[in-house]
Each structure stands twice: as C-alpha cells, then as structure tokens.
C-alpha cells in the first residue's frame, strides 16, 4: 500500500510539474505567472516580472529580489543549492542557470550541487550558461553565449568559453528595473 501511494505521489507531483512548465508558464498575464511562480519559490520580491516560458527546478531553493526581469525560456535549477538572484537583475532569453551537474571524473555518474548566487544589479546576456557553485558580483555583465565557470567580480564585463574578464562597467547603477511587456 505504500508503495502504491509513493507512486501516486510521484505521478501527481509529475503532472503539476508539467502542467505549470508546458502550460501556466505560457499564460501571457505577468500577474498570474507571477501568481503561480510566487507559491513555488522561495521569496519573489517586489516589482520583479517573469516573461513567458520560463522553468525552474526544485522552486524551494530559488530566491529572487525586486525589480528584477527573468526573461522567457530561462531555466533556473535550485536541485543542487540554493538559487539567490538579487535586486535590478536582468537575465536575458534562453539562459540556463545550474545548481546541479554531474561529476564527469566519477565512474558512477554522480551529482554535485553547490549554490549560485547572482548580487544586485546584474546584467546577464542572452544563451549564458552559469555552472554550480558561481557567484556573481554587484554590477557584472556577462556577455551573451558565455559560459560562466568561476566567480565574476563587481563591476566586470565577462564574455567567452569560459568566461574571462573582457572589460570593465562604469556605471553608478541607479535604475530600477520593471519591464513588463504586453503578451510576451
């Protein structure tokens, strides 16, 4: 009987997960994604907006700040660690952000997690990929199509495979994020 009820769990647990992912995510209403992402993570701070499509793992995990903008199609992972995204984030279209990868010395295949930390002001390009155990500083910008494997400092430009420090921002950080645009 209890094995019977763990599988029914399983299979119930499965289906929310599917239908929020391929179903609610795509409803073009900011307010209702923004609904349903809020009973999910951990903390979703004020004025912060999440364009459609995007997905996230382990939701318990993911903390994130005002005014930040999590575009559409990004994937945030909280399965490895924690997921804590800062005020005035911007992360572009189709960025992938890891708590959670596989070790590829181990004979066994095994999962390492470490948390990613992302500090205010952040501005993330499009198609990045951010690996387990990252922390990015106050005021970074990574440049799209990067792969961030280290820690980036404050006030830094990154770009590349993997990400090196490719310039340096000047800017005294004043805005506050609230992009909402209509059905996207």
Same mark, same amino acid.
């Given at each position: 009987m209890k094995k019977i009820l763990i599988n029914i769990y399983t299979i119930f647990k499965a289906a929310k997960d599917y239908?929020?992912?391929?179903?609610?995510?795509?409803?073009?209403?900011?307010?209702? &994604?923004?609904?349903?992402?809020?009973?999910?993570?951990? @903390?979703?701070? &004020?004025?912060? @907006?999440?364009?459609?499509?995007?997905?996230?793992?382990?939701?318990?995990?993911?903390?994130?700040?005002? @005014?930040?903008?999590?575009?559409?199609?990004?994937?945030?992972? !909280?399965? !490895?660690?924690?997921?804590?995204?800062? @005020?005035?984030?911007?992360i572009a279209q189709e960025t992938?952000? #890891?708590?959670?990868? +596989?070790?590829? +010395?181990?004979?066994?295949?095994? +999962?390492? !997690?470490?948390?990613?930390?992302?500090?205010?002001?952040? #501005?993330?390009?499009? &198609?990045?990929?951010i690996l387990p155990g990252v922390t990015i500083g106050k005021g970074a910008v990574v440049a799209a199509n990067s792969i961030i494997t280290k820690d980036v400092p404050s006030m830094v430009i990154v770009g590349g495979v993997p990400g090196k420090i490719i310039g340096e921002r000047k800017s005294a950080l004043s805005y506050k994020l609230n992009y909402q645009p209509w059905f996207k």
């Open positions: 239908l929020i992912r391929e179903w609610l995510m795509y409803v073009p209403l900011h307010w209702f &994604r923004k609904m349903i992402i809020k009973t999910q993570f951990k @903390n979703v701070g &004020r004025q912060t @907006n999440f364009l459609m499509g995007i997905e996230f793992r382990t939701p318990k995990n993911i903390s994130i700040g005002n @005014n930040s903008v999590i575009n559409k199609k990004v994937l945030l992972d !909280g399965r !490895g660690g924690k997921l804590v995204i800062g @005020n005035n984030v911007d992938n952000i #890891w708590t959670l990868e +596989h070790d590829v +010395h181990d004979d066994n295949h095994k +999962h390492v !997690g470490a948390d990613v930390i992302i500090e205010d002001y952040v #501005w993330i390009a499009s &198609r990045v990929t």
